[in-house]
């Protein structure tokens, strides 16, 4: 369907209100009525214009994450250009691929906060529409860096490099997903400004991610398969 100015101006309100409910509530708590209200426009304006919320969501997330996949991947392979096919370090590959996600945290154009806590908390809800979605989107860049990881280290099983692999998402959504931070700076000796820093978070969580990466095999994993 050809869309005049004014059809791609609602179309973009739609989707910018609804990645800030979606984030803020979840994807299954949000109502049409919800996001219609945030963007000032009809009831019917979703479904005439997307068809669905779930598709309202596909489109959101495709406008998003085509745009993230498309970084990490540029990001890969201008390091095994530059490495002239030798196998990378783990940490130019992490920072590749996680780095280039949590640098959208200041990205405002293309992402920005609200869409990492979107995908944080997608991944945090069993059964969640939106985690389905988006891992569909990434699987093959997904793939593409576990590739490299294994390159990378040739003595650790494929099998481990997987699960280590699948403990650094799940590390990062946590983190982005901004779930139970208010509570943990309440007791720490943490400063407020401190704790807001985007450029902290990102050193932080890439060290302890290369930090698990690294960490020994237990010998109980040894031969597993």
Not at 125 to 143: D, F, H
Request: hydrophobic residues 40%.
């Amino acid at each position: 369907m050809n869309m005049n100015l004014e059809e791609k101006k609602t179309c973009e309100k739609l989707m910018d209100c609804a990645e800030k409910i979606f984030a803020e509530k979840g994807y299954d708590k949000a109502s049409i009525r919800e996001i219609t209200n945030a963007a000032n426009v009809n009831l019917a304006s979703v479904h005439y214009h997307f068809g669905s919320k779930e598709k309202l969501l596909q489109k959101l997330l495709d406008r998003k994450l085509h745009w993230l996949n498309h970084q990490r991947l540029n990001a890969l392979k201008t390091l095994e250009k530059k490495s002239k096919s030798k196998a990378l370090k783990p940490s130019q590959i992490l920072e590749a691929f996680f780095g280039t996600l949590l640098d959208m945290l200041d990205e405002k154009d293309y992402g920005g906060e609200m869409f990492l806590r979107l995908l944080g908390r997608s991944s945090l809800e069993p059964n969640c529409i939106i985690s389905s979605i988006s891992n569909g989107k990434s699987n093959a860049v997904t793939q593409r860096f576990r590739d490299a990881l294994f390159k990378a280290l040739p003595n650790v099983p494929k099998n481990e490099i997987v699960w280590r692999f699948h403990f650094m998402v799940g590390a990062t959504s946590y983190a982005i997903s901004g779930n139970g931070l208010n509570k943990l700076f309440v007791t720490a000796e943490i400063s407020e400004a401190e704790s807001v820093s985007k450029r902290l978070l990102k050193k932080r969580l890439m060290s302890f991610l290369l930090g698990g990466l690294r960490s020994p095999i237990n010998s109980f994993l040894i031969g597993k398969k």
